[in-house]
Structure formats: C-alpha cells, structure tokens
C-alpha cells in the first residue's frame, strides 16, 4: 500500500508560480510512475504530465509544456510539480498518482491514461486569480 498526499495548492496571481509536492508514505517510488491530473468543477479530469522515477524520463500534456516541469527527490520518496507563468485556465484540483510499470509509453504517449493508476491522493486546489 502506498499513501500519496499532494500539497503546496494555494490562490495565486496569474503569471505567478507555484510548486506542488505529492509525497509518498511507506515505502519509496523506485519502481514507479507518478502522473500528475487536474480536473475544473464540471470538467473531465484531465493528464498533465508523467514522471518515471526508475529512468527519470518525463512527458507533458500540450496543454502545458513549456509552463510545468515534473521533478523527484533523492530519496524517491516525493514528486514535485513546478508551475510557471499561470493562466486562469490552470485552475483545478491537482492529484497525483502512482502505477508499478516500467513502461512510461503506455500511460503517457498522446495523452495521460485516467485508468489503471494504484494509488491516487487527496488533491490539492490551485486557483488562479486577479
């Protein structure tokens, strides 16, 4: 069993920055991929971004390439998820969640899957207003 627990969401300007953590309890992520999703009230949840944490490879939504940046520590034990230069569009409630596979191509290619993850946290807010 591994507990995620997202953290770091908060009301922010637009343009502004924000870090997110999704750490991890029990057992470190070695083996593991972390995806990042978000979902606005009345909206589909939605992929944003994949972390293999074995490999350290990473891939991001269209949506958001350029703007967020995925990154672990060096225990393995917490994933971050760096925003820059936020939109009103990027509020939502950000989760993250874990899936044992080496195969980063089968969750994240295209688009982020919604199915198939272990473990899911809590969600953190993030919204973002003048």
């Known amino acids: 069993q591994v507990q995620l627990v997202e953290s770091g969401g908060g009301l922010v300007q637009p343009g502004g920055s924000l870090r997110l953590s999704c750490a991890a309890s029990g057992r470190s992520l070695d083996y593991y991929v972390i995806g990042w999703f978000r979902q606005a009230p009345g909206k589909e949840r939605e992929g944003v971004s994949c972390?293999?944490?074995?490999?350290?490879?990473?891939y991001y939504a269209d949506s958001v390439a350029g703007r967020f940046t995925t990154s672990r520590d060096n225990a393995n034990t917490t994933v971050y998820l760096q925003i820059h230069s936020l939109k009103p569009e990027d509020t939502a409630i950000y989760y993250c969640?874990?899936?044992?596979?080496?195969?980063?191509?089968?969750?994240?290619?295209?688009?982020?899957?919604?199915?198939?993850?272990?473990?899911w946290g809590q969600g953190t807010q993030v919204t973002v207003s003048s």
């Open positions: 972390l293999s944490l074995r490999e350290g490879s990473t």
């Open positions: 969640a874990a899936v044992a596979t080496p195969h980063i191509y089968y969750y994240c290619s295209g688009y982020v899957i919604s199915q198939g993850w272990q473990y």
